[in-house]
Every structure is written in C-alpha cells, then in structure tokens.
C-alpha cells in the first residue's frame, strides 16, 4: 500500500515562497510518477507539476511555469517530493495534493489516473 503525507502548507503574502513536501511511503515501486495538483475553492483539482522518478523533463501548468519547481528525492526512506514555489499569487490559494500514479513514459496524464492520494496541505497567499 502506498502511502502520501504533505506537509509545508501555510499562509503567505504575494511574492513570497513556499516549499511543499511529501513523504512517499509502501510499495511505491509499481509507480513511476510523482505529481502535485491543487484545488481551489470551487475550483476543479487541477494539474500543477509532475515528474517521473526515473527522471526525465518534469510538467509544470502553464500557471506556475518559471516559479515552481518540482524534485524527488529517493535516497531515503520514505521517498520525498518537493514543490519548490516562488513569487507565489493570490490565485495560487488552494489545498494541494500529491499523488502517485503508473503512467508510460511519453503518455498524458489527469487526476483520474492516480489511485494514491495524500491527505492535502493548504497553501494561502494573500495581497
């Protein structure tokens, strides 16, 4: 069973940082993809930043393109991933999930292709 637990969530003023992690935890081997969403409020969880753990040039949304940045961390035990975000926007606000997901290298991916969910962290930014 995989297990995903974020953490690093918190309030922000605009321009600020955030660093979001996530303790990747069980049989993650049959999961090659690590990925962020985020839901707003009355919003659809959507896509933020994604990454294959074999490596390769991660995904980031047009959204947050040049400010956040996406890393794993497999060392250790449980696997980290991280979301590094810059020059945060008050439309960045939102719950933010990591999941973990088998995708084929090459192939798109959406929110319904992932079975294993973390708890969520929030992230506000404020004006």
């Known amino acids: 069973q995989v297990r995903l637990a974020e953490s690093g969530g918190g309030s922000v003023q605009a321009g600020g940082s955030l660093r979001l992690s996530c303790g990747v935890s069980?049989?993650?081997?049959?999961?090659?993809?690590l990925a962020w969403f985020r839901e707003g409020p009355g919003q659809e969880r959507e896509r933020v930043a994604g990454?294959?753990?074999?490596?390769?040039?991660?995904?980031?949304a047009d959204s947050v393109k040049d400010r956040f940045t996406i890393t794993i961390d497999q060392v250790d035990d449980p696997k980290m991933v991280y979301l590094q975000m810059n020059d945060l926007k008050v439309e960045d606000t939102a719950m933010y999930y990591c999941a973990a997901a088998l995708i084929p290298y090459g192939s798109s991916w959406l929110n319904t292709d992932f079975e294993h969910w973390g708890q969520g962290t929030q992230v506000t930014v404020s004006s």
């Open positions: 069980g049989y993650i081997y049959g999961h090659n993809f």
């Open positions: 990454i294959y753990t074999g490596g390769g040039t991660p995904y980031y």
